[in-house]
């Protein structure tokens, strides 16, 4: 019991430090990471033929997806966002979003489409998951805020898609502490 006290003790810190990084970050410095990302996610996104593209919006310091989501709308892509699953606690559906999605503000004030199932598309019809993170190491292992959902949406799933993180250069570091639960990321991006 001592042990997980400690690796949740050191997770919780990790995560207020890299949060405060991250916040730290100038105008400046967001919107050139946005620009990378975008660059290196538009490579990846074409090399992995994909058209169902699961993105988020930013929040909290996240790098900015806006610029990527706008020029995968531009191609023709088909983007889905997540939203809070309203019948299995702690796990997420994906919606299709549109330019004119009404949207509004969950219980962790994240905007996500508001929940229509006609717009719901199951898990192993995307071809890329791109997820938040808090911070992330070299060997694919993801630091979310705190909530698990994306690897509780994820630990059962028959994947056919690639799970790809969105950081900042700073959110990485040396090794996270894991738990048993956690799902390492096949890809991460850094700006």
Request: net charge positive; with cysteine.
């Amino acid at each position: 019991m001592r042990l997980f006290s400690s690796t949740a003790s050191l997770r919780q810190q990790l995560r207020q430090q890299m949060r405060e990084t991250r916040q730290k970050l100038t105008a400046l410095q967001q919107q050139q990471a946005a620009q990378h990302i975008t660059e290196q996610a538009l490579k990846l996104i074409e090399q992995q033929q994909a058209r169902n593209i699961a993105l988020y919006l930013a929040f909290d310091g996240e790098i900015s997806t806006k610029p990527l989501i706008n020029e995968l709308w531009q191609q023709g892509k088909h983007i889905y966002l997540p939203v809070l699953h309203p019948f299995v606690r702690g796990h997420l559906l994906f919606l299709r979003y549109l330019p004119d999605t009404p949207m509004k503000a969950n219980k962790f004030r994240i905007f996500e489409p508001h929940l229509n199932v006609q717009n719901v598309i199951p898990l192993e019809q995307l071809d890329v998951i791109f997820t938040p993170l808090v911070a992330f190491d070299k060997r694919g292992n993801r630091l979310g805020m705190g909530g698990g959902f994306y690897d509780r949406t994820l630990q059962n799933s028959q994947r056919r898609f690639i799970t790809v993180g969105l950081a900042h250069q700073c959110q990485q570091v040396e090794a996270l502490p894991i738990e048993s639960w956690d799902i390492p990321l096949e890809q991460i991006l850094a700006g």
